[in-house]
């Protein structure tokens, strides 16, 4: 399985852009990317996934390069409710089951 | 649907007691999750179904701890004989099967043994 690696924190004010960048060096062909967000005391809740290039919803927007060995999830203009820890996966999930690292920890700041 | 329940929200309880576990999915997924969750670290993989089938099962799953989902529907972990170590939160989560499906999580169980 791929391992990702992560910053372990990162810290940010209200308004600004948030990129968080994931290295995944030994993903598989047949992986996607799946970013979970998770806030204390909740399960971890789906924000995005890709394949390549870019994919941007209503919440954030995931760029993958060609190589696809990194990913970065970016959140346009944070508030504080966007505080919470962010995993990055690497996976087929129609094969096996997700393996989450440690994750980061963004703190958003008045 | 109101998405994944698991029931109770917190269980404590004595060690070497045993306890279970329910997770009940959003209806037309058919792959249900078991993860673990302690302080600090990202869910742990425990096991997971399609439908009635347990598909696979991470070396953390002790003898003590056993997961069922009779018909395919809810799904049940208990553990016994419970340590200290067991103190954590259980999570549950659903998805369709396929490569490009997110889960959908539950909000835990969490257990605290004394």
């Known amino acids: 399985l791929a391992k990702t690696t992560q910053p372990i924190s990162m810290d940010s004010y209200e308004g600004q852009e948030v990129n968080i960048t994931c290295s995944h060096n030994?993903?598989?062909?047949?992986?996607?990317i799946t970013w979970y967000q998770q806030f204390p005391s909740q399960g971890p809740r789906f924000i995005i996934q890709g394949y390549k290039t870019k994919v941007t919803n209503e919440v954030a927007s995931l760029f993958i390069p060609a190589d696809r060995k990194s990913s970065t999830l970016s959140l346009p203009r944070v508030s504080l409710s966007d505080t919470a820890v962010y995993y990055c996966?690497?996976?087929?999930?129609?094969?096996?089951?997700?393996?989450f690292g440690s994750g980061t920890r963004l703190q958003v700041q008045p | 649907d109101t998405g994944v329940s698991q029931d109770p929200r917190h269980k404590i309880t004595k060690r070497g007691q045993n306890v279970t576990f329910r997770c009940d999915p959003i209806?037309?997924?058919?792959?249900l999750y078991w993860y673990r969750q302690t302080l600090g670290q990202g869910p742990e993989f425990l096991t997971y179904f399609q439908n009635e089938a347990q598909l696979e099962k991470s070396r953390l799953l002790s003898d003590r701890f056993s997961a069922e989902r009779p018909k395919g529907s809810f799904s049940t972990l208990e553990i016994q004989r419970t340590e200290q170590g067991d103190s954590a939160m259980y999570l549950c989560?659903?998805?369709?099967?396929?490569?490009?499906?997110?889960?959908?999580f539950g909000s835990g169980t969490r257990l605290t043994v004394v």
């Open positions: 989560a659903s998805s369709l099967s396929g490569a490009s499906y997110g889960y959908t």
């Open positions: 030994n993903i598989a062909t047949n992986d996607y």
């Open positions: 996966l690497v996976g087929d999930e129609g094969r096996r089951a997700l393996t």
């Open positions: 209806s037309e997924h058919n792959r």
